[in-house]
């Protein structure tokens, strides 16, 4: 679907975030026919630059992290002529006021109907001032729609979160306001409404009857990188847990919503999050998560710093690079299902998958009683490789009756030609286009900060040194006592 005529203000334009996702996922829309001619893009910052640095940038951005590379200078001309820029005090309303008037220009030029998405590649203390000024400078008066595009973190906690968007509201109404959460930009994450509601073998297996539990992995290999002032006032709970991790828990535990509508979509996926067994006490959060902090190790030879060495990190810092968790939905689908959800950084690989794993065979007629089944998983690969893999028993050739487990996978990111989208191209294209499916709405926010906040305030009642991990390890070791106590154990990822 071409995305109808619009302009796109990215502020933040000299930022990591515009460079790495946001200018080739733009370009990527443009050489897929979605944004046609009747488009224009103004970067903003604070930084002078010109418009010919602006379109420099912007390329070598596209040479760099595209998935389609430029391949003519008539083509990239064409393109980049709808590239501008302003530099602007974002606390300073004439500014705004000059923006307007380039704004009318480009709409003017390109032929776009006063249709305007603000996107905010900004730290969040920013967004409300930002908000208040486009409103002021008259930003906000065209005839088209107005939306604004804002990043993680939404807030620190609950209350910061409710400060937040009370500020949001007073200028853009909630149906306008769309919170990335770039996981569910990604194709296997959407997949998975699609693996559940349009396959006759899966569904009617989705339930405590027939799943024994549910694993979650999200890990990384890197370590805080260059980002040590933010993560270590966020840890890996604010970072990965209560957007990423429950967005993707909800994706696999939401039921079927009656029409694929966005809002019935998340009023589903809102449900997944009250029905959250909250934890009553910092006895149970200790009982149910466990955290840590990676420390020096060995990865493929080399020697990785320990998080406490890294730049902008307190050397004295209590902040988990990792967490774990048993989780359950307290609803009839998923009572006495654990979800068992984990992420860390400086992990032994990159990947996000989730294992669903099912229930033991009523008897085992070929090894007795006495043996186990292997017991069947259906994994979703979600990243880097995307697929879904199926583990059953069968009969090992050549034998009476001897059983041995047999895949059967489908990789999605083998096939050649498919490339898939990258997540911020579909969000981008979403918003421009009007639907929020995949944007996390205020109540879901509220309600996964809810859900955190009482994990974050056992651990800050908690004394002493958080324990640790070495780097390139799988995590701390209580993490794997948290599925033994049960009679599970982490399915090896790949
Ligand atoms: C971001 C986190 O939201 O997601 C980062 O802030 C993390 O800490 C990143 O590295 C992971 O995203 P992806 O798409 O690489 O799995």
Redesign the pocket.
Known sequence: VKTPGAVYFIFGATGDLARRKLFPAIYSLYREGKLGEDFAVIGVARRPRSGEEFRDDVYRSIQEFCRYSVEDDAEWSRFAEHFSYKSLDINNIDGYRELLQQTEEVEARFGIPGNRLFYLALAPELFGNVSFNLQKGGMLDSSGWHRLVIE?PFGYDLISAQKLNEELNQVFKEEEIYRID??LG?EMVQNIEVIRFANAFFEPLWNNKHISNIQIT?S?T?GVEE?GGY?DN?GALR??GQ??MLQLLTMIAMEPPSRLLAEDIRDEKVKVLRSLRPYASAQEVKENVVRGQYAEGESGGKTLPGYRQEDKVDPNSNTETYFAAKVYVDNFRWAGVPFYIRTG?RLPV?T?EVVVEFKQMPTNVYLGQKHKLEPNLLVIRV?PMEGIYIKINAKKPGTESQISPLAMEFCQSCQVGINSPE?YERLIHDAANGDSTYFTRWDEVATAWAFVDRIASAWAQESGDISTYAAGSWGPEEADQLLAQDGFHWWPVN
């Open positions: 993680k770039h996981y990604k999200l990384e890197v980002r993560y966020a970072d990965m957007n990423h950084k990159k996000t990243n997540a």
